[in-house]
């Protein structure tokens, strides 16, 4: 049986079978619901508020009758907050009858503030798609060579290393008209001097494609002039798979729960994605997405193969085993991307199953091979990839640092987007805190009205960093119940927290804090790196780094002071550590600007050296070590001042 | 003979050491009940697992977290494994056996060491597998020891799936044994949805569990 379900605000509609859950239902109708937990009915981030009563707009009876029983589980979750009536978690609330539902602001996937920024790139340009304007012979009775061929010979002469051209068979499909139309004066466009890919009449300078960071959290493309390597526009979104779940093991699972279906819907997603991000470069840039020949990608092994239908379950369980690890050249058609229907797509090679062509983009920009001096380039983004050594020898391992440093698994925390606390500072004497939030220019007074929603992965850093310093944490992340301060206090279920902003100043009517648990969370992520960053450190016999590359989106927003302060990495001089930007985006376009940098990629993503971290012997303990603020043992001489003695 | 007062001397430090992860002092107070023919399952239960129920209480009022429980876990075994030779196995001990290990497709075990320090120092025996363990071999080990109890750690979701297999082939061997599942993705769902017995959020909780669980057993045996 079918029934009508109506989502509030965005006024979309429409008929599922009875027993669809409302999130799934969501998904359905494009109405996008975060899932942070992957629908396990933990986060409790999927309320959804119903409508009881009769809508005579919309033509239904709405009542919370229609829907499965609350069951223990479900009501645990909501109890956390204390919420008015009519909330159900919408992941295992199954619709059984007429609903309107109403999805609070809270609970929508907002529009982030992606800041996947180019940065400045230094490639020598030898793209792999290459424009060629010929002037051909017209043909005679005398000379009936065909089409193609008069082409080649043509193009052949012009370049001797196009010996054996091969044509695209769309290319071949406009190739007649197009000779004859333009009075046998084109332009062919011949991919790695070996395939005509399109033919368009007289003579186009203007060669164009896409560069592009699929990242589990954001895709940002950056549409690239292939003459110059200048990037003509930067378009980036949300990944549309977030609706399925905020990490890749969430997706890895919905692939697996799911299994006729799951990785179709998956792949689908993604290429819709592609597709808009192609569309809306090429109308910015004012050319249409044909003109763009050729796109490079890179994106962790997971999306990787989701992005190309591949079963990703055998790379998420160890030995995580991806599929291939050299790079792949396939047609855009094939995919139905819509770019030059014959344009290529380069996906770079892969390292490991979790770290993937995204890091050998970290590598191809920043190339920590070419270099002397030893670089430790941490790449952080919903997983932590680790890279250490020099022109000598490079290993790498990835950190399951988990989301929670990007403001997932976090009581308040939220993407960075507008109301989303961003910089935070705490008096150590007072232990007020003042914060700053996206949108707003000015520190919060305590006072006025901020709008706060919740809280971001840099601020997350932010403060707990300051909460350790102005000791509301002990060393071992405890809060610390010894000050007399009303922000720290325990809630009614007895956890405790403190208070970064009152109700007052927030949009979302209640106090916005940091609990305990939040602190462990964090705890974990950041001890993950810092085990990985010193086991690293000793697997290549070294006790120390001579420059820390901090990549990702994410790492460029990230104080350097509260990174070190809470331990995140070893203690180094601050001056050493770079920001390098999104340096997995920056290698896709010099991959996309360069045919030799491809072929370096291959070999750098196999010289690589993959460390597993779990199955260090001592993993466990270094682990625990390093969960402590800022280190169990270790000290901090370069945050002396900072920090306090003890810790220096 | 010792003197009471020595005994509960004894205890007490070896609760301290193990409280404040102190292996060195762990040791030497097992060092000294052993010279002095103390009750080595006496200091065990009451002395270690005394100590260790305190860290428990500590972590579930968030006064520790992983790290402490670690080194406590530490500590303990630094007297435990002095102490161990030495325990006389008691008549009717209600303790149980139970098969520990990490799913296939997982190498995260530290949530399962530290599940392993408490199950031993309360007196059971654990048949520890070790990580990334192939299914078959839980039915194994099972069969093998007659053990009251498996239990499985998942921490992964993508390693959590094989416990939905794993379970009725355990279950089809000896349909009495128990099954306790615990790790991050795993939650009261996933226990009703794979057909295991229960889960619990921490290791004193599965301590509990287990407890439970077995005083059912041995009641439906007599």
């Known amino acids: 049986?079918?029934?009508?379900?109506?989502?509030?605000?965005?006024?979309?509609?429409?008929?599922?079978?009875?027993?669809?859950?409302?999130?799934?239902?969501?998904?359905?109708?494009?109405?996008?619901?975060?899932?942070?937990?992957?629908?396990?009915?933990?986060?409790?981030?999927?309320?959804?508020?119903i409508m009881e009563g009769k809508f005579q707009k919309e033509d239904i009876f709405s009542s919370m009758n229609n829907l499965s029983p609350l069951d223990e589980k479900e009501e645990k979750v909501l109890l956390r907050k204390d919420s008015d009536e009519n909330i159900r978690l919408a992941c295992c609330t199954k619709i059984l009858g007429d609903v309107l539902v109403f999805v609070p602001e809270a609970s929508r996937t907002g529009k982030q503030v992606v800041s996947k920024a180019a940065g400045v790139i230094k490639v020598k340009l030898k793209p792999a798609v290459r424009k060629y304007y010929v002037e051909l012979p017209e043909p005679n009775l005398d000379d009936p060579l065909g089409d193609f061929e008069r082409l080649e010979?043509?193009?052949?002469?012009?370049?001797?290393?196009?010996?054996?051209?091969?044509?695209?068979?769309?290319?071949?499909?406009k190739l007649p008209d197009v000779l004859r139309k333009s009075d046998w004066k084109v332009t062919a466009t011949v991919w790695n001097d070996a395939e005509i890919i399109r033919i368009e009449p007289g003579q186009v300078e203007?060669?164009?494609?896409?560069?592009?960071?699929?990242?589990?959290?954001?895709?940002?493309?950056?549409?690239?002039?292939?003459?110059?390597?200048?990037?003509?526009?930067?378009?980036?979104?949300?990944?549309?798979?977030?609706?399925y779940g905020e990490d890749v093991m969430s997706r890895i699972s919905y692939c697996m729960f799911n299994e006729e279906t799951g990785l179709k819907e998956l792949q689908d997603t993604i290429?819709?994605?592609?597709?808009?991000?192609?569309?809306?470069?090429?109308?910015?840039?004012?050319?249409?997405?044909?003109?763009?020949?050729?796109?490079?990608?890179?994106?962790?092994t997971a999306m990787h193969h989701i992005l190309l239908g591949i079963n990703p379950e055998y790379m998420g369980v160890a030995p995580f085993t991806p599929a291939l690890h050299h790079s792949l050249d396939i047609k855009a058609e094939r995919f139905g991307i819509h770019i030059l229907p014959a344009g290529n797509i380069h996906i770079l090679p892969i390292e490991a199953g979790f770290v993937g062509a995204d890091n050998v983009g970290c590598l191809v920009a920043d190339k920590p091979h070419k270099r002397k001096e030893m670089t430790l380039l941490i790449d952080i983004g919903t997983n932590g990839e680790l890279v250490l050594g020099n022109k000598e020898k490079l290993i790498s391992c990835s950190c399951a640092t988990g989301p929670a440093l990007e403001g997932a698994q976090i009581e308040f925390g939220m993407r960075a987007s507008p109301g989303a606390i961003e910089r935070v500072k705490i008096d150590p004497e007072t232990l007020e805190a003042t914060y700053k939030v996206i949108g707003n220019n000015r520190w919060s007074n305590g006072e006025t009205n901020m709008l706060a929603k919740g809280i971001c992965g840099s601020a997350i850093i932010d403060v707990i960093a300051e909460m350790y310093r102005a000791r509301i944490l002990k060393k071992n992340g405890q809060i610390n119940h010894d000050h007399a301060s009303k922000r720290i206090r325990k809630n009614d279920k007895g956890l405790s927290e403190y208070v970064l902003a009152?109700?007052?100043?927030?949009?979302?009517?209640?106090?916005?804090?940091?609990?305990?648990?939040?602190?462990?969370?964090i705890q974990l992520a950041k001890g993950a790196l810092y085990s990985g960053c010193l086991i690293m450190l000793r697997k290549l016999g070294i006790k120390k780094f001579d420059r820390l590359a901090v990549a990702g989106a994410f790492g460029s927003h990230i104080d350097k002071v509260a990174a070190m302060v809470i331990g995140m990495f070893p203690d180094c001089d601050l001056k050493k550590v770079?920001?390098?930007?999104?340096?997995?985006?920056d290698g896709a376009r010099i991959a996309l600007l360069s045919t030799d940098e491809r072929r370096d990629a291959n070999i750098i993503a196999r010289k690589v050296e993959y460390v597993e971290l779990a199955l260090e012997e001592d993993f466990n303990d270094r682990f625990g070590e390093a969960m402590q603020f800022p280190h169990m043992f270790d000290k901090f001489p370069h945050l002396k001042g900072i920090l306090s003695e003890e810790d220096t | 003979m010792m003197t009471k007062e020595r005994e509960q001397e004894l205890i007490k430090r070896l609760q301290e050491a193990v409280i404040n992860y102190k292996p060195a002092d762990a040791k030497k107070a097992a060092e000294e009940a052993i010279a002095?023919?103390?009750?080595?399952?006496?200091?065990?239960?009451?002395?270690?697992?005394?100590?260790?129920?305190?860290?428990?209480?500590?972590?579930?009022?968030?006064?520790?977290?992983?790290?402490?429980?670690?080194?406590?876990?530490?500590?303990?075994?630094?007297a435990l494994d002095l102490l161990k030779p030495y325990i006389k196995v008691q008549e009717g001990s209600v303790r149980g056996q139970v098969v520990l290990g990490v799913m296939q497709g997982d190498v995260h075990d530290l949530g399962k060491n530290i599940i392993k320090a408490i199950f031993e120092a309360s007196g059971w025996t654990v048949h520890d597998l070790g990580r990334d363990v192939p299914l078959k071999k839980f039915v194994e080990e099972q069969m093998k020891t007659d053990s009251d109890i498996v239990m499985l750690s998942a921490m992964m979701t993508t390693s959590m799936v094989g416990i939905k297999k794993l379970i009725p082939m355990i279950k089809e061997k000896n349909p009495k044994v128990k099954i306790m599942i615990g790790g991050a993705p795993i939650t009261d769902k996933t226990v009703s949805e794979y057909g295991a017995d229960v889960t619990a959020d921490n290791a004193p909780n599965a301590l509990k569990e287990a407890m439970k669980m077995l005083e059912a057993l041995r009641k439906g045996k007599m």
């Open chain 1, 206 to 243: 203007t060669s164009i494609g896409l560069a592009v960071d699929i990242g589990t959290t954001s895709v940002a493309g950056y549409l690239t002039d292939l003459n110059t390597g200048e990037v003509l526009v930067t378009e980036s979104m949300m990944n549309p798979q977030v609706r």
């Open chain 2, 36 to 78: 002095e023919g103390a009750d080595a399952y006496k200091m065990t239960m009451e002395g270690l697992a005394g100590g260790m129920e305190v860290v428990a209480e500590k972590f579930d009022s968030h006064e520790y977290f992983v790290p402490e429980t670690l080194l406590c876990a530490k500590a303990l075994y630094a």
């Open chain 1, 502 to 521: 009152w109700r007052h100043e927030t949009a979302i009517d209640a106090d916005i804090v940091v609990n305990q648990k939040d602190v462990r969370a």
């Open chain 1, 578 to 585: 770079e920001y390098i930007g999104n340096a997995a985006g």
């Open chain 1, 271 to 300: 290429i819709e994605g592609l597709n808009t991000i192609a569309k809306q470069a090429a109308h910015k840039a004012g050319i249409s997405t044909e003109d763009i020949s050729e796109m490079a990608l890179v994106c962790n």
């Open chain 1, 1 to 49: 049986m079918q029934h009508t379900i109506i989502f509030q605000p965005s006024g979309r509609r429409g008929q599922v079978e009875e027993g669809t859950t409302i999130l799934e239902a969501a998904r359905k109708i494009g109405v996008d619901i975060e899932a942070v937990c992957g629908e396990l009915i933990v986060c409790g981030k999927c309320r959804v508020k």
């Open chain 1, 153 to 173: 010979e043509t193009l052949y002469k012009n370049n001797p290393k196009m010996k054996k051209l091969t044509i695209d068979y769309r290319a071949l499909q």
